[in-house]
């Protein structure tokens, strides 16, 4: 059988490579639903990746599109729905349930808080980053942190979300592993130029605020190596034409100005989404990888597809993550402005890609 044979093919692989080899098919195979060939190939997967939360919402939708009894989805989706993530999300909807956001704030050491305040080498980043010698601040953030614990990392991350500095705390909650302190983890950075923007603009300020975290993280002057800019990570290309578009003055310089690149990428998603009749999906997708690249995926899907299924077939591994994380971020952002939003909107859950 077609099993039996691809194993003996894939044998001749390194895991990796299999690995790689056996998700290329199984997204081939949903593309095309063909959910009982997907099924067949799910099982060649490592039991690692078999069993993390991608695969495992996957599974449950084979037993639900193939109208299996609910005894064998509903577990999945309810272990699922316990977790804050994208399929976490996803199963959360299906069961009709509220999102799981695991909020819990950091538990700080005042002793290792007292030591950090007191520390020279943290107040020179301090007075370096505060005084926009970003450059330097960061050098000396690498040579000051290499050998710090996980509670160092910790504080840290509560000092340097005092000082404005979010991409640290961010990366200084990675650094110790903690990922549940929300309010660090996604800072509700420029609320009033965003807010602003929003209502200008008619966008949900919650996709403003996902988009620029997923971008830079709030690190204002970053820039990728294709060129883009700032918070939002804009090309100046497009920001120039987006700028004249809507008649504003434009200068290279002010995509480093969080509030100018704020105003300049809000007006940039908003003209996406008119683009792409107001489904966020393809208007995030189309942010990361170019309109016309998602216009060429719209054409060659074989027949319309559900959101999710849409979603994991995209070819760009990058821009899947990307629209993955961006719509998480958001549902994220949504509790953290109060403001409870869905992962999609019905108009998104209800009409195929």
């Known amino acids: 059988c077609e099993a039996v044979a691809a194993q003996r093919r894939l044998a001749l692989l390194s895991v990796e490579k299999?690995?790689?080899?056996?998700?290329?098919?199984?997204?081939?195979?949903l593309k095309n639903s063909q959910w009982q060939a997907f099924y067949n190939w799910l099982h060649l997967l490592p039991a690692s990746e078999r069993l993390s939360n991608r695969w495992q919402y996957w599974?449950?939708?084979?037993?639900?599109?193939s109208d299996k009894p609910k005894d064998l989805y509903l577990p999945i989706y309810q272990k699922l729905a316990l977790t804050r993530g994208y399929y976490g999300f996803l199963s959360a909807d299906f069961l009709d349930k509220p999102y799981s956001l695991e909020d819990t704030p950091s538990v700080i050491d005042n002793e290792t808080l007292v030591s950090l305040q007191r520390n020279k080498a943290v107040n020179r980043i301090k007075e370096l980053y505060l005084t926009n010698r970003i450059h330097t601040a960061r050098n000396e953030w690498i040579h000051t942190t290499k050998k710090f614990t996980k509670d160092q990392f910790l504080t840290l991350a509560q000092l340097t979300n005092q000082w404005g500095w979010h991409r640290k705390s961010i990366e200084a909650m990675a650094a110790a592993t903690s990922w549940d302190d929300l309010?660090?983890?996604?800072?509700?950075?420029?609320?009033?130029?965003?807010?602003?923007?929003?209502?200008?603009?008619?966008?949900?300020?919650n996709l403003i605020f996902a988009i620029a975290r997923q971008e830079s993280a709030w690190e204002k002057d970053a820039?990728?190596?294709?060129?883009?800019?700032?918070?939002?990570?804009?090309?100046?290309?497009?920001?120039?034409?987006?700028?004249?578009?809507?008649?504003?003055?434009?200068?290279?310089?002010?995509?480093?100005t969080p509030e100018k690149n704020i105003i300049i990428g809000s007006r940039y998603i908003s003209s996406l989404l008119k683009r792409f009749?107001?489904?966020?999906?393809?208007?995030?997708?189309?942010?990361?990888?170019?309109?016309?690249?998602?216009?060429?995926?719209?054409?060659?899907?074989?027949?319309?597809?559900?959101?999710?299924?849409?979603?994991?077939?995209?070819?760009?591994?990058?821009?899947?993550?990307?629209v993955q994380n961006v719509l998480s971020y958001a549902v994220v952002y949504g509790h953290q402005t109060g403001n409870t939003v869905p992962l999609l909107t019905e108009l998104e859950r209800k009409k195929p890609l």
Do not use: C
């Open 18 to 29: 299999q690995t790689t080899v056996i998700e290329i098919v199984l997204r081939q195979h």
């Open 223 to 256: 820039r990728s190596s294709a060129g883009a800019m700032g918070l939002m990570q804009i090309l100046p290309g497009t920001a120039k034409e987006t700028a004249k578009k809507a008649g504003i003055k434009y200068k290279k310089a002010d995509l480093l």
């Open 277 to 322: 009749e107001n489904n966020r999906i393809t208007a995030i997708a189309a942010y990361n990888a170019g309109p016309s690249r998602v216009n060429r995926w719209l054409k060659e899907t074989a027949e319309n597809l559900p959101h999710d299924v849409w979603i994991e077939v995209i070819p760009f591994g990058e821009t899947r993550k990307y």
């Open 183 to 205: 309010a660090i983890r996604f800072p509700v950075a420029h609320q009033s130029i965003i807010n602003e923007q929003a209502a200008v603009t008619s966008l949900p300020s």
């Open 59 to 65: 599974q449950a939708r084979y037993y639900q599109q």
